[in-house]
T-cell receptor, first 113, second 115 residues
Framework: GENVEQHPSTLSVQEGDSAVIKCTYS??????FPWYKQELGKGPQLIID?????GEKKDQRIAVTLNKTAKHFSLHITETQPEDSAVYFC????????????FGAGTRLFVKA | DAGVIQSPRHEVTEMGQEVTLRCKPI?????LFWYRQTMMRGLELLIY????????DSGMPEDRFSAKMPNASFSTLKIQPSEPRDSAVYFC?????????????FGPGTRLTVT
């Protein structure tokens, strides 16, 4: 089955710096890669996603890149702000025939003011 | 819309007791997911339904766990008998089958403590 590995487990940056979180997946059939942000005491919330037919997607300060050949995808947050502090999860999903989504272990991001 | 609703928000029970967690998905969503989150194992998919039918329950840890979805607006996750290692936060999420978006909307979770 699908396995998603995520690094680093903890990331601390200064406000204004960039943060990068990297994930790898094992099932080459996976075709949908969402990123979720989880704040303390809440459920995860989608912040950006990318499909296998796209190499890069950007939404304001957040961007995601996908390398299908290497089975890598990454989240980039620029100009980090204290409110970006949270746990971030990458995930891989096969959208055909169902929505089985496998999540990475999560990255706890600290943005220091 | 009120979003995904889960109840109770917190549950404390003794080992051996039956626990029932409840979920109301967003109206119009045809996929419903149950996840378990722990520090050790992260966010694990337990089971998911499509149009009230269980599609994949391979993540259900043991026969002590069961899930039902009697209609499009209600689902339950039951643990009988409960054990201390079942302590976790249980999330329900729902999604609409749409080519435009596969976003899963998560509820606030139920924090279960089994003593």
């Amino acid at each position: 089955g699908e396995n998603v590995e995520q690094h680093p487990s903890t990331l601390s940056v200064q406000e204004g710096d960039s943060a990068v979180i990297k994930c790898t997946y094992s099932d080459s059939a996976s075709n949908y890669f969402p990123w979720y942000k989880q704040e303390l005491g809440k459920g995860p919330q989608l912040i950006i996603d990318i499909r296998s037919n796209v190499g890069e997607k950007k939404d304001q300060r957040i961007a995601v890149t996908l390398n299908k050949t290497a089975k890598h995808f990454s989240l980039h947050i620029t100009e980090t702000q204290p409110e970006d502090s949270a746990v971030y999860f990458c995930a891989a999903s096969l959208s055909r025939g169902g929505f089985k989504t496998i999540f990475g272990a999560g990255t706890r991001l600290f943005v220091k003011a | 819309d009120a979003g995904v609703i889960q109840s109770p928000r917190h549950e404390v029970t003794e080992m051996g007791q039956e626990v029932t967690l409840r979920c109301k998905p967003i109206s119009g969503h045809d996929y419903l997911f149950w996840y378990r989150q722990t520090m050790m194992r992260g966010l694990e998919l337990l089971i998911y339904f499509n149009n009230n039918v269980p599609i994949d329950d391979s993540g259900m840890p043991e026969d002590r766990f069961s899930a039902k979805m009697p209609n499009a607006s209600f689902s339950t996750l039951k643990i009988q008998p409960s054990e201390p290692r079942d302590s976790a936060v249980y999330f329900c999420a729902s999604s609409r089958n749409s080519y435009r978006s596969y976003e899963q909307y998560f509820g606030p979770g139920t924090r279960l403590t089994v003593t």
